[in-house]
């Protein structure tokens, strides 16, 4: 059971990082709290539980440093949500790698031992896990030590986070929006769990070292470990529930607002067909005033009709990071990025070919100058969005008919 949970949440960490990496970048630090603990969990079937030698020869140590990382990781993350600041470190962040870095010192010699050798160990594990207790593959410290330094660490920066989380609820407190009040409580459940983990993983440790000739059947026993494993599901199962936790807390930022918005944007929003009407939020949101500011660039500066048009082009051009685009779309817009290019290259689309333009231009020429890339993806898309072919649009059209 442990290792299908494993390579599962393993999957699930990738796709959502690699999907939703662009909306927020922080997610890079999540992955980093999440995937060595679904290591661990690999790690521990394989030398506890599984009989076999030679996973364990694959995996016992070699991935050890990592195990120092979920802390820091769960730092970042939570630092970085709260601030709005991406995957950004300074300096003295390299401080929190402390851990990682003496232990990947310490173990690096097992790298270069010989299979033999590290068949060896294995043997011993699979006849009495409780030789983990006396084996060393560490030069600079026990081997053991390993064991109880872990969860500590981890247990310190989830007590740290929680902290964090309630600093930034009394600051700003008056002043703290649904998505905001939303992620808060994701941020608190998330460092919540870590601890539940962190001392599950800690009375785990002690039963095991108190345990005299620790058995592997005994340890498949140590029923501490189903709530470890329940603790950690509860995770990518939360991302995949509520997607809405891969926004972050976007905050805006003075820049972002610096061009003046014109009065007539929300109108134009209105009256034309191609552009959704805003939600009606609360007024100290000011993503309503950056999603004014997006469709005005969309409108007046027509960037839909270059062929490569994505989000990455309006976060450049505006300045705004590319999750608050995606915010903005999803929460304030309510409507996806995709659908309103799609929308507006038809818009134009079908204004060229009502015009002389028809004359001059091919087909090809009139999709080309409407943003698609392709003939097939101009009469799939026109055809959605009208329910006709650019020529039964052409024959309807009032000029044909007089």
Not at 15 to 42: E, Q
Not at 58 to 70: A, D, E, K, R, S
Not at 117 to 144: C, M
Not at 214 to 242: D, E, H, R
Request: glycine residues 4%; proline residues 5%; positive net charge.
């Amino acid at each position: 059971m442990l290792v299908p949970v494993s390579v599962l949440i393993f999957l699930l960490i990738i796709i959502s990082t690699v999907y939703n990496y662009r909306k927020n970048v922080s997610l890079i630090f999540l992955a980093g709290f999440l995937m060595p603990i679904a290591i661990y969990g690999l790690v521990h079937y394989y030398t506890v539980i599984s009989k076999s030698i030679l996973p364990i020869v694959i995996t016992y140590g070699h991935f050890m440093p990592l195990y120092y990382l979920p802390g820091p990781m769960l730092f970042f993350y939570i630092r970085s949500t709260l601030k709005d600041s991406g995957k950004k470190l300074k300096w003295a962040d390299m401080l929190h790698f402390l851990p990682f870095c003496i232990a990947l010192i310490s173990i690096f010699p097992y790298y270069f031992w010989s299979i033999n050798a590290k068949y060896e160990v294995a043997s011993q594990i699979v006849g009495q896990v409780d030789h983990l207790k006396r084996i060393n593959i560490t030069w600079l410290y026990p081997n053991f030590i390993n064991l109880v330094l872990r969860p500590f660490i981890l247990l310190i920066y989830s007590v740290i986070c929680l902290r964090l989380i309630n600093k930034y609820k009394r600051i700003n407190e008056a002043s703290i929006g649904k998505q905001e009040s939303f992620i808060l409580k994701w941020l608190i459940l998330l460092s919540v769990l870590s601890i539940i983990i962190s001392v599950g993983y800690s009375i785990l440790t002690i039963q095991y070292i108190l345990t005299n000739n620790v058995t592997n059947q005994a340890v498949k026993i140590f029923y501490i470990s189903y709530f470890i494993g329940l603790a950690y599901s509860c995770i990518p199962l939360l991302m995949l529930l509520f997607p809405e936790i891969l926004y972050g807390i976007p905050i805006i930022k003075s820049s972002e607002l610096a061009i003046q918005i014109q009065e007539p944007t929300i109108k134009q929003a209105e009256t034309i067909q191609t552009v959704p009407v805003l939600k009606s939020l609360s007024p100290e949101d000011n993503f309503v005033l950056l999603a004014e500011r997006i469709l005005q660039h969309i409108n007046n500066k027509k960037p839909y009709l270059d062929t490569k048009f994505n989000i990455d082009d309006i976060s450049e051009k505006l300045n705004i990071p590319k999750h608050h685009v995606y915010y903005c779309f999803s929460n304030v817009i309510n409507k996806k990025f995709t659908k309103i290019r799609t929308e507006l290259r038809i818009e134009h689309a079908k204004k060229l070919l009502l015009s002389e333009e028809i004359t001059i231009s091919s087909l090809e020429g009139i999709w080309t100058k409407s943003g698609f890339s392709s003939k097939t993806s101009f009469f799939t898309s026109f055809k959605e969005e009208t329910g006709m072919t650019p020529i039964e649009f052409i024959d309807s059209s009032p000029l044909a008919l007089g």
